[in-house]
């Protein structure tokens, strides 16, 4: 079994007061909820902390872990002979298991009194939320995922262990940010014929080179050259079905949407969101002498004032 | 190691009583009501007598059992909270949707 610091954990020192404890615990779970943190790692460093917390503090659990003596992080220690007939007496057979968790232990001192009257606890088993990151192709097609999970389970002698558990799951096209799908009855197993529990999936879409999602709509940048904008020209324009031209009007303005409707993601109930082409109007940063000369043409020529529209309060200045 | 293949159902798609929501979050029936009175959980709108709730509700719900065991929370601290979360949420939509708009950004 492998040795968790749960003092370190907790930023405190094995001497530290029940009060410097919950305060600890406090200042961490403000910073790593991942129901309020903006951590990368918030749910994972939640989940430490929770553990430290849990058993710690509870008096009776401290001294049973206090009693494990002292190792490093992650070294692998059995507890000493006779921790077990002190705190868990009511076990018949010694811990061998190597893929025991440490936190198993303490769940035990709570477990074991409370089986003592011989009563079997009906308990729901586990919920579990998972991140689902998908990219913006595999939402409009639908994909398939594998899920590890490591799932905290009794065994037969009711004792808890960490299982893995891989399994693959369909997500179904029309998935978009924030949308959460449920695996009924995926979670941990119920203990004593309670049911067993759901997983839920959180979709989160992945940042797309050129795509940018808003529910089931997408926006793209579509740039075009001064001439295409002025003259109008038709282009053609990705979409995750697949490239389409998209004719573009005389006259467009920069920032103008150009809409195109049903490409945008495929809604789960059916219909698809849109596609808008945002148009941006670029010029090249280097020309050669013959285009210069056009340019210089065109500005000769042309009595186009774009900023028409500013007051002339610079003629009265002067 | 085992490897299935399991389907994955619509969150959005169900609705469930106020009895079996508390099933789900394991949260007091008692504690559930105040958080519907106090508008930080909402019931679906329907003509049943019964109230209906859909899945921002058991999302809010699930939300509120872990506040309110993992930071000790009272029922007022926990509707302050919920409300907050909520209010963030919005704006984080709001960022996201304002953003897409935005030329020259790729973030979704």
């Given at each position: 079994?492998?040795?968790?610091?749960?003092?370190?954990?907790?930023?405190?020192?094995?001497?530290?007061?029940?009060?410097?404890?919950?305060?600890?615990?406090?200042?961490?779970?403000?910073?790593y909820h991942p129901d309020v943190s903006k951590e990368a790692d918030a749910e994972e460093r939640f989940k430490e902390v929770a553990e430290a917390y849990q058993t710690l503090k509870d008096p009776?659990?401290?001294?049973?872990?206090?009693?494990?003596?002292?190792?490093?992080?992650?070294?692998?220690?059995?507890?000493?002979?006779?921790?077990?007939?002190?705190?868990?007496?009511?076990?018949?057979?010694?811990?061998?298991?190597?893929?025991l968790d440490l936190s198993a232990l303490f769940e035990h001192l709570r477990a074991g009194r409370g089986a003592r009257g011989g009563e079997r606890m009906v308990m729901a088993g586990q919920d579990?939320?998972?991140?689902?990151?998908?990219?913006?192709?595999?939402?409009?097609?639908?994909?398939?995922?594998?899920?590890?999970?490591?799932?905290?389970?009794?065994?037969?002698?009711?004792?808890?262990?960490?299982?893995?558990?891989?399994?693959?799951?369909?997500?179904?096209?029309g998935a978009t940010d924030g949308q959460r799908l449920r695996v009924p009855g995926k979670g941990g197993k119920g203990i004593n014929g309670g049911r067993n529990g759901d997983l839920y999936l959180?979709?989160?879409?992945?940042?797309?080179?050129?795509?940018?999602?808003?529910?089931?709509?997408?926006?793209?940048?579509?740039?075009?050259?001064?001439?295409?904008?002025?003259?109008?020209?038709?282009?053609?324009?990705?979409?995750?079905?697949?490239?389409?031209?998209?004719?573009?009007?005389?006259?467009?303005?920069?920032?103008?949407?150009?809409?195109?409707?049903?490409?945008?993601?495929?809604?789960?109930?059916?219909?698809?969101?849109?596609?808008?082409?945002?148009?941006?109007?670029?010029?090249?940063?280097?020309?050669?002498?013959?285009?210069?000369?056009?340019?210089?043409?065109?500005?000769?020529?042309?009595?186009?004032?774009?900023?028409?529209?500013?007051?002339?309060?610079?003629?009265?200045?002067? | 190691?085992?490897?299935?293949?399991?389907?994955?159902?619509?969150?959005?798609?169900?609705?469930?009583?106020?009895?079996?929501?508390?099933?789900?979050?394991?949260?007091?029936?008692?504690?559930?009501?105040?958080?519907?009175?106090?508008?930080?959980?909402?019931?679906?709108?329907?003509?049943?007598?019964?109230?209906?709730?859909?899945?921002?509700?058991?999302?809010?719900?699930?939300?509120?059992?872990?506040?309110?065991?993992?930071?000790?929370?009272?029922?007022?601290?926990?509707?302050?909270?919920?409300?907050?979360?909520?209010?963030?949420?919005?704006?984080?939509?709001?960022?996201?949707?304002?953003?897409?708009?935005?030329?020259?950004?790729?973030?979704?």
């Open positions: 079994m492998k040795y968790k610091d749960y003092y370190a954990t907790l930023g405190v020192e094995r001497g530290a007061s029940e009060d410097a404890i919950k305060k600890a615990y406090r200042r961490l779970a403000h910073k009776e659990k401290r001294a049973a872990y206090d009693q494990l003596g002292t190792h490093s992080a992650g070294q692998d220690f059995q507890p000493p002979p006779d921790w077990q007939r002190q705190w868990q007496p009511s076990q018949e057979e010694a811990f061998s298991a190597e893929d579990y939320e998972v991140a689902v990151p998908v990219s913006i192709e595999q939402a409009y097609s639908g994909t398939q995922i594998d899920l590890d999970l490591n799932m905290p389970e009794y065994d037969a002698q009711g004792r808890l262990h960490r299982t893995p558990h891989a399994f693959k799951a369909r997500i179904p096209k959180n979709i989160s879409l992945l940042p797309h080179p050129y795509y940018r999602a808003n529910g089931h709509d997408l926006y793209l940048d579509l740039p075009l050259s001064a001439w295409e904008a002025v003259l109008g020209t038709s282009v053609e324009v990705p979409t995750p079905g697949g490239s389409v031209r998209l004719k573009v009007p005389p006259g467009t303005q920069a920032a103008r949407q150009l809409r195109l409707p049903g490409r945008g993601l495929p809604k789960p109930k059916g219909g698809q969101g849109d596609l808008y082409a945002v148009v941006q109007i670029v010029v090249p940063s280097v020309v050669n002498d013959r285009e210069r000369a056009l340019y210089q043409q065109l500005s000769d020529v042309s009595a186009y004032d774009p900023r028409a529209h500013f007051v002339r309060e610079g003629s009265h200045a002067n | 190691m085992r490897i299935e293949l399991t389907d994955v159902m619509w969150f959005e798609e169900h609705s469930v009583s106020l009895r079996e929501l508390s099933e789900l979050c394991a949260l007091p029936a008692a504690l559930l009501e105040e958080l519907v009175s106090g508008g930080v959980i909402l019931p679906l709108e329907s003509v049943a007598t019964e109230p209906r709730f859909g899945a921002q509700a058991l999302s809010a719900a699930r939300t509120a059992r872990r506040l309110r065991e993992d930071f000790e929370l009272d029922t007022s601290g926990l509707m302050l909270a919920l409300g907050l979360i909520d209010r963030v949420r919005d704006l984080e939509r709001e960022l996201r949707a304002l953003r897409a708009r935005l030329p020259g950004t790729t973030s979704p």
